[in-house]
């Protein structure tokens, strides 16, 4: 089964500066999918950024990009110019890319990192 | 509307009793998705279902929860006989059939077992 890990249970930034959230998983699988998902106190799940694994290129969303290493099955999301609005609990995830074979199609996450931001 | 709808968001009921979850996915959406998510932890799976059928309930943690899609679309997740250690946050997430597409979660209903 698969399992993914963050280490950093909390973390803090300055207003306008850079930070990197640590992601790892475990897999045999070749082919799947990692999500950096954000929960803010209203609960919702807000997805940040997707990477598949075929990809080469890591996955960039404005102020919000990964570096992805899949030998060392690292999967970090680096955020840039930190704002007051990106406080919130961060969770990785990962998803198979086997279709529709049972269970294939859940999200395996992590523990979350809690961030907060400085003003 | 446009997103994953979930109802109540807040349920409290007594230990013992049975309660009914409510999500209504994004339309047109085939895959829908329930987790459990306790305080503090991510969520955890518990069962997938496209349309009407339930494909995976693996994650369901005893036969006293059940859930249902029965016209694929909206689903009810039903736990019986509650106990304690059901106190969690239940999301709901749906997506389309397209391979690869991310799951959209909706707000979560907050369920505490006194």
């Known amino acids: 089964a698969q399992t993914v890990t963050q280490s950093q249970p909390e973390m803090s930034v300055q207003e306008a500066e850079t930070v990197t959230l640590s992601c790892t998983y475990d897999t045999s699988e070749s082919d799947y999918y990692l999500f950096w998902y954000k929960q803010p106190p209203s609960r919702q799940m807000i997805l940040v950024i997707r990477?598949?694994?075929?990809?080469?290129q890591n996955a960039t969303e404005n102020r919000f990009s990964v570096n992805f290493q899949k030998a060392a099955k690292s999967f970090s999301l680096k955020i840039s110019d930190s704002q007051l609005g990106d406080a919130a609990m961060y969770f990785c995830a990962y998803r198979s890319e086997r279709g529709l074979i049972q269970g294939a199609q859940k999200l395996v996450f992590g523990q979350g990192t809690r961030l907060t931001i400085n003003p | 509307g446009a997103g994953v709808s979930q109802s109540p968001r807040y349920k409290v009921a007594k230990r013992g009793q049975d309660v009914a979850l409510r999500c209504d996915p994004i339309?047109?959406?085939?895959?829908l998705f329930w987790y459990q998510q306790a305080l503090g932890q991510g969520p955890e799976f518990l069962t997938y279902?496209?349309?009407?059928?339930?494909?995976?309930k693996s994650g369901l943690p005893s036969d006293r929860f059940f859930a249902e899609r029965p016209e694929g679309s909206v689903s009810t997740l039903k736990i019986q006989r509650t106990q304690q250690e059901d106190s969690a946050v239940y999301l709901c997430?749906?997506?389309?059939?397209?391979?690869?597409?991310?799951?959209?979660f909706g707000d979560g209903t907050r369920l505490s077992i006194l």
């Open positions: 997430a749906s997506s389309s059939k397209n391979e690869g597409q991310p799951q959209h």
């Open positions: 339309s047109g959406h085939v895959s």
């Open positions: 990477q598949e694994a075929y990809k080469q």
């Open positions: 279902f496209q349309n009407e059928a339930q494909l995976d």
